[in-house]
């Protein structure tokens, strides 16, 4: 589409949206920037501010059916998302990882590797970056490693991946996409225009990441925790092996829980196909730091260890999160609910949890789901679970932020709960 002189509408100003009116300006575009809250150049979400457009630009926070966009579609006006617009201009081959667990880790992880292979790579999309800011940096030769999420895939036409991987399916976002069935189709979409010659990394273990193989014609990839793959990456008792070969010791990578293993393979995976070797491979990731808000040790304090997992943000993260841990757990359970079913959690707190510190908007719901497997202590905020486990925890237990939920009862995201919650235990005498 011809951009030079066009009336293009971003609706959404936070930082993709703002991300993808710079881009459109520098083509040329006459952007109209529109938000639910109007402000200085920025119009108010209604239909007059969408006349005339030629194109309309949605930010991920906004979903694709709402309202005023849906009116415009209807007229005829075409609707894409910011990650659509950015992969008119990137240069470079991509390569994307979407999922509903892991997705940050493992994107981080594979840019680490390439980087510290002499590939020459750039990291974005749903972790740090926005997708339209990473096109100046772009050229060709260079990989572009994003997170996806289902925000972003849901409004993408023609966006291809050289890679693609899917690394896990579990119910999540059902407050936006309403079913599971609708969430793991925005998923496939990272895969419906790959082509002869790319890849699709896919996880054998998981019944619809399975069925990702035959959405488009890229080849599949596979990485397994429990059986025998190839082409792919898969686990032998302590080791991993990939595209048949030693790759590494399970012991030897630096983050905790068996759903790391995983990220891993998926990350080794991509990475080999991106052009580094086995050694170069197993070098990075035993140098890998992990991520920030992602099982991410806070301090020791009288014999009791502090994790940050606010990325946990359903109730399959946390699971993950309570599995790295042998037992004399303290964990921090809520937010904003996001028409999740808390129910699975009742079993595996009840066999290592000490008590569940319940805070935020879904905390009576996660009370009333979880039947008393596991004493629930109603604390409302971060500050009074934080309290709460200081005198209660004794030498040898962990107390884990793992919410299961959205931030945004009371924080502006979960970089934000996770930077409250770290400052607050740092503080602890």
Request: charged share 20%.
């Amino acid at each position: 589409m011809k951009l030079d002189g066009a009336t293009v509408v971003v609706l959404g100003m936070a930082r993709s949206g703002l991300a993808a009116a710079e881009l459109l300006s520098e083509q040329g575009a006459k952007v109209r920037r529109v938000d639910q809250k109007p402000g200085d150049g920025v119009l108010p979400q209604v239909d007059e501010s969408f006349r005339g457009a030629d194109l309309i630009v949605l930010s991920p926070g906004v979903p694709a059916d709402v309202d005023v966009a849906a009116r415009a579609r209807d007229r005829g006006v075409r609707v894409i998302g910011d990650l659509e617009l950015a992969s008119w201009f990137l240069r470079g081959e991509i390569i994307g990882i979407t999922g509903s667990n892991g997705k940050t880790t493992t994107t981080a992880l594979t840019g680490h590797i390439l980087k510290a292979s002499g590939i020459a790579a750039q990291v974005g999309g749903n972790i740090g970056t926005p997708p339209c800011s990473m096109v100046k940096s772009s050229r060709a030769g260079q990989w572009n490693v994003l997170e996806l999420s289902s925000f972003q895939l849901e409004t993408t036409e023609t966006f291809r991946a050289k890679i693609g991987s899917a690394l896990n399916l579990t119910p999540d976002h059902l407050d936006r996409h309403y079913t599971f069935e609708n969430y793991a189709e925005m998923k496939a979409r990272l895969f419906t225009h790959q082509r002869e010659g790319d890849f699709a990394v896919l996880n054998a273990d998981d019944p619809v990441c399975r069925s990702y193989a035959w959405r488009g014609a890229g080849k599949p990839v596979w990485f397994s925790a429990i059986g025998t793959v190839s082409p792919g990456a898969f686990l032998d008792r302590d080791s991993i092996l990939l595209d048949g070969a030693p790759l590494m010791k399970t012991g030897e990578i630096p983050l905790r829980g068996m759903h790391n293993v995983e990220n891993v393979m998926a990350a080794a995976a991509m990475a080999r196909l991106a052009g580094a070797s086995h050694d170069q491979i197993r070098a990075a990731v035993m140098t890998f730091p992990g991520v920030e808000h992602r099982l991410e040790f806070v301090r020791e304090l009288d014999g009791v260890h502090w994790y940050n997992d606010s990325k946990a943000t359903n109730v399959d993260a946390t699971l993950k999160a309570v599995a790295a841990f042998e037992g004399g757990l303290w964990i921090i359970l809520g937010g904003k609910d996001k028409n999740s079913d808390y129910a699975p959690l009742a079993a595996a707190l009840a066999s290592k949890a000490r008590a569940a510190l319940l805070i935020g908007a879904a905390a009576e719901k996660i009370k009333a789901q979880l039947h008393g497997a596991v004493p629930l202590i109603e604390s409302k905020t971060i500050a009074g679970a934080i309290g709460y486990a200081r005198a209660q925890a004794r030498p040898g237990d962990t107390v884990l932020l793992a919410p299961a939920c959205a931030s945004f009862d009371q924080f502006e995201n979960y970089e934000h709960r996770g930077r409250v919650f770290k400052q607050l235990v740092r503080e602890l005498a």
